[in-house]
């Protein structure tokens, strides 16, 4: 009797001590599995003991999960570890972005065997498909499949969740921030055209919008653009929906008065309208192939270029086109040129246009007033650079060797230059 008792006082305690435990100290136990490689003991503490918390670590409390998972190579348990998340706090906002931010990001593969789907670690771990030197291939079972299509379907319509969740504003903005980076596809911004279905989640393996282009969509004798909506309801296609998203981020701003939101939404326009529309997406343009006179001539016409074109090149084919203000890489630069947080990263990027643009006069202006605002940036980058394109500077380009007697051309490329001095000396070649 004194025996069981004493069991009793022992388990008694240490339940207490288990109900003691403060999430953070359940966090750091959990740390300590990771840092000794206990990959598998990570994963079930973080199901008995983290799973049950709902706060703002929750996330990556499940970050850290699907890493010990994919040291194990157990990406068949990823899904529905995932679920479970959200099946468990479907109102943690933090925890649905994080949800997400996983389904964007681990490996979009994975196989139907007996009509269930599995998972796996990529391409290689494909039926057989060896996975290291000196491994035999897996036996030929279930249907391989990828999964890229539904598992950004998933992270959009738990994005939704996550919008209809957030109670405060600060939150809100939050979400609608993560939301407007899982529209966007820097990679595969045709597909904005497109309205992503969010009603039900595609089947296995079903591929969704096939195509692209070769550069930015074009319609009749204009870009394709996108404006905000008025509502998420309403928008035609995922490009107004990014813009919803942004606009979202404003407004809530306002009503809590941050000012830097505005600015940084106006930043993400501007990049997405560089990568569209700026003189570098003709960098790749027939590399392969060769150049028709009409490209090659919009190509040495940069620099007549006005602060409202772009040359760029397009599904059209190398056009030469005006944009609005609102729409127009280098008008949206320039509005925020002399923001504290932004200003300077802004004016970096103007001078980059501009140079590509063959405008050095203009980069000059813009660097020195950046220089003015923002400084002459880590290790005076900014400093060297207007050196670059005020000083004097030539380099000699290669040259043919041309037999005894005959006049040699020597091709020299300069910079603010007016006159050369050169010393021409006989070279001892024995």
Not at 393 to 421: C, D, H, M, Y
């Amino acid at each position: 009797m004194k025996m069981f008792f004493r069991l009793f006082l022992v388990t008694a305690a240490a339940t207490l001590n288990l109900m003691a435990q403060t999430p953070a100290e359940l966090r750091k136990e959990r740390d300590k599995l990771i840092e000794r490689g206990m990959w598998r003991d990570a994963v079930n503490f973080h199901a008995e003991k983290l799973l049950p918390i709902s706060d703002d670590v929750s996330g990556s409390d499940l970050d850290k999960a699907v890493t010990a998972l994919g040291q194990l190579d157990a990406w068949k348990e990823f899904d529905a570890l995932l679920e479970r998340a959200v099946a468990t706090h479907p109102a943690n906002t933090a925890l649905l972005t994080s949800v997400a931010d996983l389904y964007l990001s681990c490996p979009h593969y994975g196989r139907i065997v007996a009509g269930e789907f599995e998972r796996s670690g990529g391409y290689r771990s494909f039926r057989g498909r060896p996975q290291a030197a000196g491994d035999q291939p897996e036996p030929a079972v279930g249907q391989d499949v990828a999964t890229t299509y539904r598992d950004r379907v998933r992270a959009l319509q738990l994005m939704v969740q996550a919008t209809e969740k957030a109670q405060i504003d600060r939150e809100k903005i939050r979400v609608w921030s993560v939301m407007a980076g899982v529209l966007r596809q820097p990679s595969e911004a045709w597909k904005l055209q497109t309205l992503t279905p969010l009603e039900v989640l595609p089947e296995w393996g079903e591929p969704g919008p096939d195509g692209g282009t070769e550069g930015a969509p074009w319609a009749g004798d204009a870009p394709v653009l996108y404006q905000p909506p008025a509502s998420w309801q309403v928008a035609r296609n995922d490009g107004e929906r990014w813009r919803f998203a942004l606009a979202e981020q404003v407004r809530l701003a306002k009503l809590i008065n941050d000012p830097s939101q505005e600015v940084a939404t106006i930043m993400d326009r501007a990049a997405f309208s560089l990568s569209q529309f700026g003189t570098q997406t003709l960098a790749s343009y027939g590399w392969w192939r060769q150049q028709d006179p009409e490209n090659m001539k919009g190509i040495l016409e940069m620099d007549t270029l006005t602060e409202d074109e772009c040359i760029a090149k397009t599904s059209d084919g190398v056009r030469r086109f005006k944009l609005p203000a609102d729409q127009h890489f280098i008008a949206l630069y320039r509005s925020v040129l002399e923001d504290k947080s932004y200003g300077g990263n802004a004016g970096d990027s103007l001078v980059r246009i501009f140079l590509n643009r063959n405008q050095a006069d203009k980069a000059r202006e813009v660097l020195e007033r950046t220089i003015e605002l923002h400084g002459p940036g880590p290790n005076d980058q900014r400093k060297d650079l207007l050196q670059q394109i005020i000083g004097d500077w030539g380099r000699f380009e290669p040259a043919e060797t041309v037999p005894a007697g005959v006049k040699p051309q020597v091709p020299l490329v300069f910079r603010n230059a007016t006159a050369i001095s050169l010393t021409a000396a006989p070279v001892d070649m024995e």
